[in-house]
Each structure stands twice: as C-alpha cells, then as structure tokens.
C-alpha cells in the first residue's frame, strides 16, 4: 500500500530555510508514471501548489516561490525533499507531499501524505 | 494566489443536492486543461475526489460527480450526508503559472 511520510522540524526561525523530506513507502519514486510534488495550507486558508520533481530531476516551482525554493530526489532513499529559504511568518504552514500524475492536459495528485506543521517563529 | 474561484459555503438538508462551482480563465480551465477536485475533512488531508473532470478514484460514491464547461466546472453530491461535511478544492493547470492551480475552497455543510 503506497504511502507517503513527510519529516522534518515543525519549527523554524525567521529568515532561516525550512527543510522537510518525504519518504515513499509501498511503491518505487523511480516509477516513470509519476511525478512528486509539495503543496502547502497556511491555518485555516486554502491548498497552495509549491513545486513538483520528477526523478530524473525535472523540477517545476511556483513562480512565487522560485527564487526560495529547490526541490531534489534521493532515488536510493526513495525520498524527495523540499527547501525553502528566508522564510517569514507567513511561510507558517501544513506542508503536504504528494505523488502527482501528469500528462499534456492535466495535473493531478492522487496520493497525499498526512501533512506535518511547520511553524516559522523566533 | 488561487486563480479558481469557489463559493465559500454551500449547504443542504440531508439527502439534498449540491453543487460547487469552479470558475478559471482562459490560461487553465478555459485552455482545455482537465479539472479535478478534493475533499477535506477537517483536520485531515486532502483526498482526491475526482479527476479528469468526471472520474470517480476507487472508493469514491457515485453521489460524487463533476462537470466541465468552458472556463468552469461544477461538483455535484447528490443525497447529501453528514460524513459529507467538508472542505472541497478544485484544481486544475494555468499555462501562464507554468504548474498548478487550486481554487479557494468551499465548505459544505450538512444541516
């Protein structure tokens, strides 16, 4: 059963860079099929798309957040991870991973995992 | 930095029907790009509820189903029940966004 761990601090200082981590469990991260992304939800706001990867290291970011943030795969570990520099307040968050189909005309992610809170305070 | 918009709230006796609208422009939905929504209990993960516009994952109810025209789309649940109660995101790609977009959410409410 595929399944998807986010891990990393759930506490971070100001203008530091938040890292997070997601372990793939139940399914291979080198599967052609699929493509990984980070979405995140600010409390009690809606679902902000991050970036996606691929595991040959294709990335895709936001255009909001290119210049923060950088995206890479461990195929070994079956794990991808997340960066995200110079972080504020307003980078306080529920970070999801998620395992993403692509194809010409949709973008969609079928499989999240459960979200870890990421608090950005001194 | 949503570009679908969402009605905040809908609500339904049970039983009832509803539907959300989800309305894009010409850079996502309307450039023929596929639609695709989520539910979200509270406290929870999203959960794909449809996608490609009107398929259902395994596990998903029929009640649930969804629509695309033009630049909006529609999910309708239909004999609305109270494990119902959630947040419901639609999401879609934006060419000018180079990735994905999702709308500003709605929450239904079971009364």
């Given at each position: 059963q595929l399944q998807l761990q986010e891990s990393g601090p759930g506490l971070v200082k100001p203008s530091e860079t938040l890292s997070l981590t997601c372990t793939v469990s139940?399914?291979?991260?080198?599967?052609?099929?699929y493509y990984w992304g980070w979405i995140r939800q600010p409390p009690g706001k809606g679902l902000e798309w991050i970036g996606t990867i691929y595991y040959s290291g294709s990335t895709y970011y936001n255009p909001s957040f290119k210049s923060r943030v950088t995206k890479s795969v461990d195929t070994s570990k079956n794990q991808f991870s997340l960066k995200l520099s110079t972080?504020?307040?307003?980078?306080?968050a529920v970070y999801y991973c998620a395992r993403q189909s692509v194809s010409s005309t949709y973008w969609f992610f079928d499989l999240w995992g459960r979200g870890t809170l990421v608090t950005v305070s001194s | 930095q949503s570009v679908l918009t969402q009605p905040p709230s809908v609500s339904g006796a049970p039983g009832q029907r509803v539907t959300i609208s989800c309305t894009g422009s010409s850079t996502n939905i309307g450039a023929g790009y596929d639609v695709h929504w989520y539910q979200q209990p509270p406290g929870t993960a999203p959960k794909l509820?449809?996608?490609?516009?009107n398929n259902r994952p395994s596990?998903?109810?029929?009640r649930f189903s969804g629509s695309k025209s033009g630049t909006s789309a529609s999910l309708a649940i239909s004999?609305?029940?109270?494990?119902?109660e959630a947040d419901y995101y639609c999401q879609s790609y934006d060419r000018s966004l180079g990735g994905s977009v999702f709308g500003t959410g709605t929450k239904v409410t079971v009364l």
């Open positions: 139940g399914d291979s991260i080198r599967n052609e099929n972080v504020t307040a307003a980078d306080t | 509820l449809i996608y490609v516009n596990g998903v109810p029929d004999g609305l029940q109270a494990e119902d």
